[in-house]
């Protein structure tokens, strides 16, 4: 089954205690991303990465890093959580960014919930 | 600054009546526009899409609308549904390949 998995699905962790969210795809997709989803504001853009060792910045990615190793995963790394970084995040992937609407079709993840105490 | 919008927090419609949701945008260089929808404790997931080239695309009981000289499109369910109930987003793709969402509208679909 096509799918993009993330773990964990719950995390509630305090201040400064660093944490990754795993993200991965199993459809051989060169695009992925992470958003968070924030009451009001909708989905934004944390980071993203067109293809392996290729990764960028989204529109709020302050206080995150990710890498991309490997084509199928792409892990959202905290190095010192905050309390604003609570938040429900989602990762997606995607075949590219060009060409017709089917490489836009961005598949996501189930989501995580994080909470920083 | 909020380069799509939407502007309705919520909506609620009686089953089998039509749901129109409504997304504004700021920049004329898209070229493709998207709607997800998200159920609770899931993921979005893609429902309809649009090039900037046409002013309509239908699929089942989703039709998507572009004016493109209002920036403006909307999302049509017709007739709506129970199951219709959930988060909707638009999405506009940059001339960069960026998905940029709006902050979503919550369909409620009464029986």
């Known amino acids: 089954e096509a799918q993009v998995t993330q773990n964990p699905r719950y995390l509630i962790t305090v201040t400064g205690k660093k944490l990754t969210v795993t993200c991965s795809q199993n459809?051989?997709?060169?695009?992925m991303s992470w958003y968070r989803q924030d009451p009001g504001l909708g989905l934004r853009q944390i980071y993203y990465s067109m293809n392996v060792e290729v990764t960028d910045k989204g529109d709020v990615p302050e206080g995150y890093k990710v890498s991309r190793k490997e084509k199928r995963n792409f892990p959202l790394i905290l190095e010192s959580p905050s309390p604003n970084q609570t938040s429900l995040y989602f990762c997606a992937s995607s075949r590219g960014t060009s060409g017709t609407s089917s490489y836009n079709e961005q598949f996501f993840g189930p989501g995580t919930r994080l909470t920083v105490l | 600054d909020q380069q799509v919008k939407q502007n309705s927090p919520s909506l609620s419609v009686q089953e089998g009546r039509i749901s129109i949701l409504n997304c504004d945008y700021t920049?004329?260089?898209?070229?493709?526009f998207l709607w997800y929808k998200k159920y609770p404790a899931e993921g979005p997931t893609f429902l309809i899409s649009i090039s900037s080239i046409k002013d309509k695309n239908e699929d089942g009981r989703f039709t998507v609308f572009l004016n493109k000289s209002a920036k403006h499109l909307s999302l049509h369910i017709v007739p709506s549904q129970p199951g219709d109930s959930a988060v909707y987003f638009c999405a506009a793709r940059s001339n960069t390949g960026k998905l940029i969402f709006g902050q979503g509208t919550t369909l409620q679909v009464k029986p």
């Open positions: 920049n004329s260089m898209f070229d493709y």
């Open positions: 459809m051989n997709h060169e695009y």
